[in-house]
């Protein structure tokens, strides 16, 4: 049952990397469409590195108030901007059809089989987070009944895809170190918010010696504190663990339900 639950849960979040492997064996079968499919990745790709580009050129620090989940969900926005955008077209994927297309016979498929692979290479970090953390969160499953991919959304929305995780912490849950904690800590600024209005604060956060260390961590808290019994419950229904969290105080963002939300379905 185990094994089957891990494959179940690998399968459910790693929709982007399923979809290159198809466009690899599609290369052998059907190399004419495995090319279009290919190229319209690209354009996408380079659509989200050019919004990318865009935002790093705003000066640091100019919006005080953002916080790494704001920053996570806003890329989240630029994904899906990219993908629309590359879906109507600019003109690259034509470009790249054109020129793959001169290819002929066995150099055709290992030409589009080596783009996808440097699609997969040059792609966002999103599923090699997902790759890297999928058995802590499996581990986390067991011990809160919580889908796996539900816990994997919390953790990326909380640390921006280990982006902007806390350093020197492996805390990807941004866990305070309160509740008598005893072990290691890490101080950071953090965004809070007070009365409906967002402060920037500097607070101490718990530090593991390992990932898994801080898996297990959350796993505990969000198990035995009753004021998150109903983010134990969900099901598959991704809101009611968000409202259940949020409910319970994890976080202070009057939006964070629904972030929360939109972050597990961009994974699911």
Do not use: C
Not at 194 to 212: H, I, L, N, Q
Request: charged share 20%; hydrophobic share 40%; glycine share 8%.
């Amino acid at each position: 049952m185990a094994a089957a639950a891990s494959a179940s849960a690998s399968a459910s979040v790693a929709a982007d990397a399923r979809t290159l492997d198809s466009l690899r064996a599609q290369a052998r079968q059907d190399p004419d469409k495995a090319i279009k499919d290919a190229a319209k990745q690209f354009e996408a790709l380079f659509m989200q590195m050019l919004l990318k580009s865009m935002r790093d050129t705003l000066p640091q620090g100019s919006d005080p108030l953002a916080s790494d989940a704001q920053k996570t969900y806003t890329g989240m926005l630029d994904q899906q901007l990219a993908q629309t955008m590359a879906g109507r077209g600019i003109g690259l994927a034509d470009m790249m059809v054109q020129q793959l297309s001169k290819t002929r016979g066995a150099d055709k498929a290992t030409r589009i089989e080596k783009a996808t692979q440097e699609i997969r290479d040059a792609s966002p970090s999103s599923q090699s987070f997902v790759d890297r953390m999928l058995p802590q969160a499996m581990e986390a499953s067991k011990t809160t009944g919580v889908p796996a991919r539900f816990i994997l959304g919390q953790a990326a929305l909380e640390s921006g895809w280990g982006k902007s995780e806390i350093a020197g912490s492996r805390n990807l849950f941004g866990i305070k170190a309160t509740g008598g904690w005893s072990g290691p800590t890490v101080s950071a600024t953090t965004t809070e918010y007070v009365d409906g209005k967002a402060v920037r604060k500097v607070e101490k956060f718990r530090a593991y010696a390992s990932y898994a260390e801080g898996f297990r961590d959350w796993a505990q808290l969000v198990s035995k504190n009753p004021r998150y019994a109903a983010a134990l419950t969900p099901g598959n229904d991704a809101a009611a663990f968000a409202r259940g969290l949020a409910k319970g105080g994890y976080a202070t963002d009057p939006n964070y339900a629904a972030k929360l939300t939109r972050t597990i379905h961009s994974i699911a």
